[in-house]
């Protein structure tokens, strides 16, 4: 299969959607997607929807995830946050466009699936941990953004206290199988602006500012 051409098509594909931060879409352009899928669905790595991994979780649909992080606006200078790193294929694309990336993580095995794959392509810059990201990481705040890949009852209150000022976060907002991106950003003077941007399914977001753990 000649992923290059399929991973050109499918940048084409998000600009032919409205995505049109180039940071984003060079990354996309650059980060072997995959890698990150698993074996016995390679041949939809580059299919512009959500796909399975280990422990029921799932590697989010491209245009999502090109939609979230063109709406923190990244620069190269930031430190970035990532709750839910999944197969780490967002982590990767953030680590293409910023300096350092923070990624937490609820389940060990998604953990060592990650990092096999994020130190096999040389992303240094990337950070996995192990933790209820629903507390964020508070070791490397501030962080001028934050993207949130589950969906929970509510922005966590420890997220929005980790963000910098004029940081931005995004993150799924609603039910537990249905939400709505949220997009929130610090203002100078303390408070929070926000704003509901397009419907999403996410799976749930679990920990202690999250859902309850449905396996307890
Ligand atoms: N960004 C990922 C997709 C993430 S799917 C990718 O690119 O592949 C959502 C992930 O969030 C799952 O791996 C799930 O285990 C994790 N998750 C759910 N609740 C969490 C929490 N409280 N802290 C950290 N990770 C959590």
Same mark, same amino acid.
């Given at each position: 299969?000649?992923?290059?051409?399929l *991973?050109?098509?499918?940048?084409?594909?998000?600009?032919?959607?409205?995505?049109?931060?180039?940071?984003?879409?060079?990354?996309?352009r650059?980060?072997? *997607?995959?890698?990150? =899928?698993? @074996?016995?669905?390679? @041949?939809?790595?580059?299919?512009?929807?959500? #796909?399975p991994?280990p422990?029921?979780?799932?590697?989010?649909?491209?245009?999502?995830?090109?939609?979230?992080?063109?709406?923190?606006? #990244?620069?190269?200078?930031?430190? $970035? /946050?990532?709750?839910?790193?999944?197969?780490?294929?967002?982590?990767? =694309?953030?680590?293409?466009? $910023?300096?350092?990336?923070?990624? $937490?993580?609820?389940?060990?095995?998604?953990?060592?699936?990650?990092?096999?794959?994020?130190?096999?392509?040389g992303?240094?810059?990337?950070?996995?941990? #192990?933790?209820?990201?629903?507390?964020?990481?508070p070791?490397?705040? %501030?962080?001028?953004?934050?993207?949130?890949?589950?969906?929970? %009852?509510? !922005?966590? !209150?420890?997220?929005?206290?980790?963000?910098?000022?004029?940081? *931005?976060l995004?993150? %799924?907002?609603?039910?537990?199988?249905?939400?709505?991106?949220? /997009?929130?950003?610090?203002?100078?003077?303390?408070?929070?602006?926000?704003?509901?941007?397009?419907?999403?399914?996410f799976?749930?977001?679990?920990?202690?500012?999250?859902?309850?753990?449905?396996?307890?």
């Amino acid at each position: 299969m000649d992923f290059e051409k399929l *991973r050109a098509e499918m940048v084409a594909d998000l600009q032919e959607r409205g995505i049109e931060d180039t940071a984003v879409l060079q990354a996309m352009r650059t980060v072997p *997607r995959e890698v990150f =899928v698993q @074996e016995d669905h390679l @041949e939809y790595a580059y299919y512009n929807g959500a #796909l399975p991994l280990p422990a029921q979780q799932t590697i989010s649909q491209p245009y999502v995830v090109a939609l979230m992080l063109s709406a923190l606006k #990244l620069q190269p200078q930031f430190n $970035v /946050l990532e709750i839910g790193t999944g197969s780490g294929y967002a982590a990767a =694309v953030l680590g293409q466009i $910023v300096q350092q990336v923070h990624t $937490v993580e609820r389940k060990e095995a998604l953990v060592a699936y990650a990092n096999a794959r994020l130190q096999q392509l040389g992303y240094t810059n990337v950070q996995v941990h #192990l933790g209820d990201g629903t507390l964020g990481w508070p070791e490397a705040a %501030p962080y001028e953004a934050i993207v949130v890949a589950a969906g929970g %009852p509510t !922005v966590p !209150v420890s997220l929005r206290d980790q963000l910098g000022v004029n940081g *931005r976060l995004i993150m %799924p907002v609603g039910s537990y199988k249905k939400q709505k991106l949220q /997009l929130v950003w610090r203002k100078k003077d303390g408070r929070f602006g926000q704003k509901t941007l397009t419907p999403v399914r996410f799976v749930p977001l679990i920990g202690s500012e999250g859902w309850a753990d449905a396996d307890q």
